[in-house]
């Protein structure tokens, strides 16, 4: 599935030359698969503040706490077979509850021209933080857009801004 949505969306940027590796990172937390149909349908993780993660240190000053008040949503796809029923949104509900249980703010990064997910992640009440350079390598910059969650979800998984 995950070949699937490279293909089609260009997510991961930059194919892994270890897939399952790169879905458990070392500083994975917890992750969640959706079925659909008896078929995976989609991915989301929940990790720690890793090397390269923007977010948690934009989110971590302008709260006043440190990276590790921080959990980063990571690693969302759906399989293009399976889109527009909501399941991005179920994926995203269950990681953000998840970091919220365990008193962790969520946060995540996003490549700039991924403007697909940005909509999604805007439209579930994700708060853009700033959009910032990244040198992921010497031959490539990536403008990352990072967010962090300003709101609550209602029980349907859908999102709502907090009035706060």
């Known amino acids: 599935m995950l070949a ?3 293909e089609r969306d260009g997510y991961p940027v930059n194919w892994p030359s270890f897939p399952d590796a790169w879905l458990t990172p070392p500083s994975l937390v917890a992750s969640w698969v959706a079925e659909l149909d008896g078929r995976v349908a989609g991915h989301v993780g929940l ?3 890793d090397v390269g993660d923007a ?5 971590g000053a302008r709260a ?5 008040a921080t959990a980063v949503v990571n690693r969302l796809f759906v399989a293009p077979w399976a889109r527009g029923r909501g399941i991005g949104a179920l ?3 269950q990681a953000v509850r998840e970091a919220q ?3 962790l703010h969520p946060v995540l990064d996003v490549v700039a021209s991924d403007t697909a997910a940005a909509a ?3 439209r579930l009440g994700w708060q853009l933080l700033a959009t910032v350079e990244q040198q992921w390598s010497p031959e490539q910059t990536v403008a990352i857009r990072c967010y962090a969650f300003h709101g609550t979800f209602d029980p349907c ?3 709502r801004p907090d009035p706060r």
């Not at 977010?55 to 989110?59: E, K, Q, T």
């Open 120 to 122: 999604l992640y805007e």
């Open 47 to 49: 990790s720690r503040s």
């Open 157 to 159: 998984c859908s999102a």
């Open 4 to 6: 699937d949505v490279h």
């Open 91 to 93: 994926l995203m509900a």
């Open 55 to 59: 977010a948690p240190g934009l989110w």
């Open 101 to 103: 249980d365990r008193g």
């Open 64 to 68: 006043g706490v440190t990276i590790d």
